[in-house]
């Protein structure tokens, strides 16, 4: 017996199974702090999520990274504890002290049981009203993070992404640098420097709580009170971020790599802010485009031409217009090749309407997958500090689904038609010019620039 045959039958899926997004609370206290809460009974678990708005976007030029260093020296030291004791307290606890930034905000998070929540919690607002940023270890990680900044432009996939934001907007341009600085602004700073952003940015009238879990609106409106109740600072909103329009023109940018065998590739231009009306439908056209495996940019370089192991495609979402950006390696004698067919799977989304069937896979694929990307409390905290920082509606994921599913295929290439502009594509390959820059050249997509990795167009307005 060969192939399927006495096989019983492939399963047929069923019905997609009804999604409840937790209800959501919301009130400020007194000193202006707003606080959200979702409850979520089902575990005996509680996140805890402060949302500061002091994202990169807010920092002042050449201070780029700052942001990023007051996260990582929050818990270092804070009121009369210090940085090992405060660790230690959090691992008795059960929980750990996390904190970020990205471009428009800053986080504080943990997760802890509902019976050690109040302990855990007083010891959250400690950290976060009175962090003192120790000199030493602020320089301690300033040089950890110079480290990490060192082995990222080192390697051709970081190098490739950290240009490629170079090049793209104007060096004056706050998104021109990486969110956690450069080498030259991260080695500027120093505890003043943390602690003046700290003091300009940190306080209750720039941060929500938000609470996820086993815990009722009531029961958050006391901790709230209890502990941050009394927090007063003169921490103000940051200044909205203007969007930049970027390049005008197509342009090919070759940061050289002598010898490389491959060339990292980067090929997009300057996308749109995240408030933008027509973020679902852009979703959806990405998804096809290049957002899935299934999508048409990895099914053409993967497993029609097989010039790599996958090529994906993305807008990254901010309240200022982010980049558009198709991404992949290749082996260097294709990436002219390469190059020509992601032009043309965006020229041909530009073209025509896809196919019903293309539509319905993307979009049941992003209805399918939205209740598993919430099934735990720090999920769906990090998706209500998306929500707030975006300033989305309450009912934003109770109809995200139907709204996805609603997307039609004019809607996908009205989205590709308005949204990938092939006149403003940067190409940027990092990789051997000697092999790669007369391929590039022949495609007629603009002159070729070269630079040295260590050229920094964003320190040019420096």
Known sequence: MTGTAGLPPRPIAGVPRAYEFPAVHRFALANGMRVVVAPMPRLPLVTVLALIDAGAASEASGLEGV???VTRTLAEGAGDLDGAEITARFERLGTAFDASADWDSSVARLTVTRSRLDAAFALFATVLRGATFPPADVARRRDERLAELAQQLAEPRGLADERFAGFLYPPTDRYARSASGTPRSVAALDAEAVRVFYADHYGPRTTTLLLVGD?????????????????????????????????????????????????????GHVGVP??????????????????????????????????????????????????????????????????????????????APPEPAEVALATDYL?????????????????????????????????????????????????ARTHLDPDRLMVLAVGDAGVIEAPLAALGLGAVERHASDDDPAEVAR
């Open 215 to 267: 815990i009722t609106a009531d029961q958050a409106r006391l901790l709230a009170e209890a502990q941050f109740g009394s927090w007063v600072t003169g921490a103000r909103a940051a200044a909205p971020v203007e969007a930049s329009p970027g390049a005008v023109r197509r342009r090919v940018v070759i940061v050289e790599k002598e010898d490389a065998p491959q060339s990292e590739l980067r090929v």
């Open 67 to 69: 942001a990023s260093l």
């Open 274 to 351: 995240r408030s933008h009306p027509d973020y679902l439908a852009i979703v959806v056209m990405n998804a096809i485009l290049g957002g899935l495996f299934s999508s048409r940019i990895n099914l053409n370089l993967r497993e029609k031409h097989a010039f790599t192991y996958g090529a994906s495609s993305g807008f990254d979402w901010r309240r200022g217009a982010g980049p558009f950006v198709v991404s992949t390696a290749v082996k260097s004698e294709v990436t002219a090749r390469a190059v020509e067919e992601i032009m043309r799977e965006i020229d041909g989304l530009r073209a």
């Open 367 to 415: 209805a399918g997958v939205f209740p598993i990307r919430y099934e735990s409390t720090s999920a769906v905290a990090g998706a209500l500090a998306g929500a707030t920082m975006f300033g989305l509606p309450d009912d934003w994921f109770a109809r995200y689904r139907d709204r996805i599913r609603a997307i039609t295929p004019t809607a996908v290439h009205a989205a």
